[in-house]
């Protein structure tokens, strides 16, 4: 079997590229919290519905929750560079896919 481990997301959308078409991709998480300004929320969260979507069609994706993925779980947790403001729509796309989630 062929493990592929697809670092931090942070927004982007480079993901695309480097999953394989045979074998197991592994997403470690850190969906959100974009290093660079040039990733709105909007184009992360275009891009985390993608990924939800891409581990919907093949089941055998694994998605892990990250470290900077903690506080759109659990507001008690230190932000991570959030947008306070968008909290409660990252807070609901992981509690409403959470099945998804390792």
């Not at 078409?21 to 909007?42: A, Q, R, W």
Request: charged fraction near 25%; proline fraction near 2%.
């Amino acid at each position: 079997m062929i493990y592929n481990v697809i670092g931090d997301i942070h927004g982007r959308a480079s993901w695309k590229e480097l999953v394989i078409e045979y074998g197991i991709n592994i997403f470690v998480g850190d969906y959100f919290s974009p290093y660079h300004s040039e990733y709105t929320f909007n184009k992360c969260m275009q891009n985390f519905r993608e990924i939800i979507e891409f581990k919907k069609q093949r089941p055998e994706t694994v998605l892990l929750i990250g470290n900077h993925d903690c506080w759109s779980i659990d507001r008690r947790k230190e932000s991570c560079r959030h947008a306070h403001v968008f909290w409660q729509i990252q807070h609901d796309m992981f509690i409403n896919n959470k099945d998804l989630f390792k």
